[in-house]
């Protein structure tokens, strides 16, 4: 008892109930924990302060109290000794953290009275259920005491929430029950068939939990109590929760507690409302059922909420940070295993009507801090009735330019700020007056370096190509600056004068590799406007002028560096197409990636580096030029993408490769994505930084760029499909502010000529709790930074390495975040992860079975490898999760039924070869391509419809086109694919047809990704999760 | 005698000469790091020198072993092969495009570098002396030299 009075008061004044956003989440993992006291005796107090005591870090005591909802749902009809409890869980740990939470004293017995909350009646199970947690403690070995310590904790912690968490607890009990029949020995796993059980009821669970209002019950409820002793409430449904089975370990008592299950439902329900409560904790069984894991079946969730807390914030799609709390000092940084740190997309596409405003301040210039260059933004305060502001970067105080002046009105606002949007908007663009450009801002220009060797004739390249750019050379952006050029090459290299007063484009040959020289001094790169007829004209004779030719060799090396000498002046965008390996000048590269023995050495990452280093030096040429590069590969043998990639990684280029590439299947996924290239919205010459506040620093940059000073990135073009990612770290040991600021800044030159910069503005809180970092953890950023540092990782060490490199982070973490809540409970049995990280296991797994880091030599060509990494560098992560986590719909019923059921969208199948009905048609999608499976016993009908041919004479599908035929069949799957298409415009999904049994096709296509499933030296979701779980719990 | 003076004359030099090339390394990454030069004039100013480094401390390496000198030339050998591996393996030099990235290493690889080369300046000063004092005084001092130096 005395213990509680002195805490208390303490904790009161610590902290303020509500308002710190910090406060509400961790609470849910301990639910689980705090169950298990509330099921035993409320008698012996003293016992259970010691287990408080234990806990020594204070991110755990938070997470305690959270439990504490738990209790409430026990409380019913026994009356506790709560004032003992009470003292028991205060003990010292819990202090600080939660003490605001904490009633006052008076409060518990009041409380206890108090019907349950809200929707759950509250029934008086609770007899049964104590007689039954006892039995499961027999076995163990001393049940009285550990009865004894889970009532002491129940108590301790009625928080302000608990009246929603009461809601979810009873399901858990039920689940006790059953665990503890099952379970004599303890140790046994349960069956499968039970574990099965605890899915469902877990999902059920959410909606009786929806109905509370956890957040808003006010403190003064002590409810909690009363809950605690209660009742247990009758679950409707058996609930167990979450998606996680039970457990079936010895510590089978403790999971009766079921508290976690509740945590579990209560994350699944809660989404939105969880900042206070919550991470979730999830518990895991040995006998795991597949159904009841995690799985990201509605794509990438965006953290809204984070815009609802900081409404200034920038979208998230701009900008998301891996965790929307920055840890308050280095140790806590220490423990936070996952990367820290942001992911940028500063052009993303925004949706009609949140168009980022366009801000021009005339002849005031744009109004930054003086010392550390911030723009104005939304979290500046103005003062001294408005003539000073200061930065919220560097608490600088700046005068105001007279043309900006504004009165303040009586809260210290400006008046005008609703009419300026770079004040009230997180997310704006400045017109960049004269001091912000080093030359007149670059024309938009296109050059285009097309390899001409024999294998690029054989596939009939030219034609695509040509075509496609001539259909876009109206809508190239930036007219009528609009500038173009085109070299083709083999083992010569050909430039096109295309001057405006030529009929007819002249082709002049320069054979003199070592020694490159212009054979004009202009005209090569030309104004489009002016010579339209010429360009039409090179483009119309294109595809015939290299017909014959039967030249092997491809001299891309001395093409770039002849490019390099017509563009170096305005520089640009170089679109190179080349279909074979470089073979004669400078920068030719040989065969390598066919020696098996170097598979596993300590050798095998330099296959993944440029073997040249020509390709760099070129790169880095190139972007001090302001020339970016994209490059197009179609061979189906090797080139060496590793090496020809570079000059797009470090020029802010993309690598398209297009393996084995003919003109009948593929021929519209290049257009598509060449006219993409093309005509996309593209910021020209763009530098790009971010600030941020005092005592983080970002120190790492993943993605494609230059870097050209420690913190600036080089970026020659960049467009809306590609995205950043960078790391912070701490400068301080110990931060000293309460909210840390970030600024994006992007400087770049519009298509139309005009010097913009766009700014996005955020802010995120410091916190001084683990459990909060977890709460906030935003998985997509996460998974996205852990993926561009493996792919870093395999160019310098083995994929093997890799891979294990996110294994051991993913189980740090989840073994950090046990700790906090678990340690002190013995909670053996159950893998616990917050509710914000469920799916991290899961697109691990994924990641480590993607084409960049999976298997060995012989589970993807080494080109294609890099290329996926290539890739996965620049994706924004809402396309990164679409690719980790592809979407697989069953449709056939879509195109047998009626038009009105063929204009639903299907839902999204978990991806296991289970989810796989022969009688069925499955599309796969993984934003890069699309995969339609034909079951087995599909009706001939509808296959030959779809394909257009008779299937019975087993055609080659390899090589079939999927066109729209003239049957209902046909019309309505290409409206699905057109439908999904729109989804993601960034990529053209390219469709391939596979038939059940096909081999080795259907392995390779879809088999192979279905990520659930048990492939060749990889492990199954459950296993996975066994495994990951297995770690986390070894110490 | 006189050779020997040459020699640690020369030895002079050329440590001389490694201290400088490598000081100036330094400063240009350090010039880098707080933004007062670009990548690109940075790692074409280092990449300038370290070849010229190389073959000075190897040219020296040489020179200690053909005079059968065993103390300098043993502690001159890592260095020696540590270039040798460097520049069998084309990892001399800078690359422009990952200097930020690479920058602390090859900053802590240069200071170490330095304080050895710091260590050999010691040495060859001590010897220099010696030999000139003995050059000098031209008796039989021979007592004084120290086997090991």
Known sequence: MQPMGNDKPANVPGRPVLPSPAAPRPSTPFISSGPVVGLGTSGVPQTAAPFLSSGPITGMQMSNYRSSPPPIRYNGPSSPPPPTSYPGQDATTYQQTQAPRFPPPAQPGTPLRVPPPVGLPVTPPMGSLHPQLQIPSVPMGPPPQTAAQSSSRSYMPPPVSESSFSAPRPPPQPSLHGYSNMLPGGNMPPSPAETQFLAPRSVSQPASQQAFPAFHVPPVHASPYHVHQGGVVPPPLPPLGGPLGYNSRGQMQYPSTGPPMGGNLQGLVEEFQSLSVGSAPGSLDHGVDAKS????????????????????????????LTTHAIPSSQSLLARWHLPLGAVVHPLAEVPDGEEVPIVNFGPAGVIRCRRCRTYVNPYVTFMDAGRKWRCNLCSLLNDVPGEYYCALDASGRRCDIDQRPELSKGSVEFVAPTEYMVRPPMPPLYFFLIDVSISAVRCGLFEIVAKTIKSCLDELPGFPRTQIGFLTFDSTLHFHNLKSSLTQPQMLVVADLDDIFLPLPDDLLVNLSDSRHVVDALLDILPSMFQDNANVESALGPALKAAFMVMSQLGGKLLVFQSTLPSLGVGRLRLRGDDLRIYGTDKEHTLRVPEDPFYKQMAAEFTKNQISVDIYAFSEKYTDIASLGSLAKYTGGQVYHLPSFQAATHQEKLRYELARDLTRETAWESVMRIRCGKGVRFSTYHGHFMLRSTDLLALPAVDCDKAFAMQLSLEDTLMTTQIVYFQVALLYTSSSGERRIRVHTAAAPVVADLGEMYHQADTGAIISLLSRLAIENTQSH???????????????????????????????????????????????????????????????????????????????????????????????????????????????????????????????????????????????????????????????????????????????????????????????????????GEQPREGSLLLSNLIEDQTAGTSSYVDWILQVYRQSQSS | MAWELLLWLYAFASVIALIALTAYQLINLSDLEFDYINPYDSSSRINAVVVPEFMVQGILCTSFLLTWHWFPFLIMAPITYYHVNLFMNRRHLIDVTEIFRLLNGEKKYRIIKLSIYFSIFVIVIYRLVMSAVLLLTDEGFGSLESGIF
Not at chain 1, 925 to 954: A, E
């Open chain 1, 293 to 320: 894991l995690p799985r990201p079946l509605n794509g990438d969730e965006e953290p809204i909420k984070i815009q609802e807390t900081y409404p200034l914030n920038c979208h998230p799609r701009f900008f998301r």
């Open chain 1, 798 to 996: 083995k994929l093997e390495d890799a891979r294990q490199l996110m294994q051991l982070k993913l189980v740090k973490s989840l073994k950090e975040y046990r700790n906090l809540y678990v340690m002190q409970h013995r909670l053996g049995g159950r893998l616990i992860f917050p509710e914000s990280l469920k799916f991290l296991p899961l697109y691990v797994l994924s990641l480590c079975k993607s084409v960049a880091l999976r298997g060995g030599y012989a589970d993807a060509p080494l080109d294609e490898r890099c290329a996926a990494g290539y890739n996965m560098m620049i994706l924004p992560i809402r396309r990164m999760l679409k690719l980790l986590y592809p979407g697989l719909y069953k449709i056939d019923e879509n195109l047998i039924k009626g038009p009105e059921y063929s204009e639903k969208s299907s839902k999204q199948l978990a991806l296991s070869a289970q989810s796989l009905d022969p009688r069925a048609l499955y599309i796969y999608d993984d934003g890069f391509s699309f995969i339609i499976w034909l079951g087995r016993m599909l009706s001939p009908d509808l296959v030959n419809g779809i394909l257009g041919l008779d299937v019975s004479g087993f055609p080659d599908l390899s090589k079939l086109a999927l066109l729209e035929h003239d049957n209902e069949y046909s019309r309505k799957l290409m409206r699905i694919l057109k439908r999904l298409r729109e989804k993601d415009p960034s990529c053209f999904q390219l469709c391939r047809v596979v038939r059940q």
